[in-house]
């Protein structure tokens, strides 16, 4: 069994910064991306950022230059370091990974339970 716990939501105002933090745990052989996605009230679940198990990093263009995704392979951690937030920002954030649970499997897609994020004016 394979999950995720994430961490580092809150009540900040806008301006402030947080900390997400996502580790996995469980029958673990490799991780390869592993990203967080957010989902506002009344709105789809959309992309925030990503990065490969090379280190290359992918945002959603509303984030660039405020957020910074990273992690810690030894730790199976993935980070989202969010600054200068604003009131849009405000969601449920879900990190997900793309597991290797053994030799013999394929990837699989897992996700965290949500934490929330509230930014407020």
């Known amino acids: 069994q394979v999950q995720l716990v994430e961490s580092g939501g809150g009540l900040v105002q806008a301006g402030g910064s947080l900390r997400l933090s996502c580790a996995a745990s469980?029958?673990?052989?490799?991780?390869?991306?592993m990203g967080w996605y957010r989902q506002a009230p009344g709105k789809q679940r959309e992309f925030v950022a990503a990065?490969?198990?090379?280190?290359?990093?992918h945002y959603v263009d509303s984030v660039k230059g405020r957020f910074t995704i990273y992690r810690d392979n030894a730790k199976n951690t993935v980070y989202l370091q969010m600054n200068s937030l604003k009131p849009e920002d405000t969601a449920v954030y879900y990190c997900?990974?793309?597991?290797?649970?053994?030799?013999?499997?394929?990837?699989?897609?897992?996700w965290g339970q949500g934490t929330q994020v509230t930014v407020s004016s």
């Open positions: 990065i490969t198990s090379g280190g290359s990093t």
């Open positions: 997900n990974a793309d597991i290797v649970r053994g030799r013999s499997y394929n990837g699989y897609m897992y």
């Open positions: 469980g029958s673990i052989f490799s991780i390869n991306a």
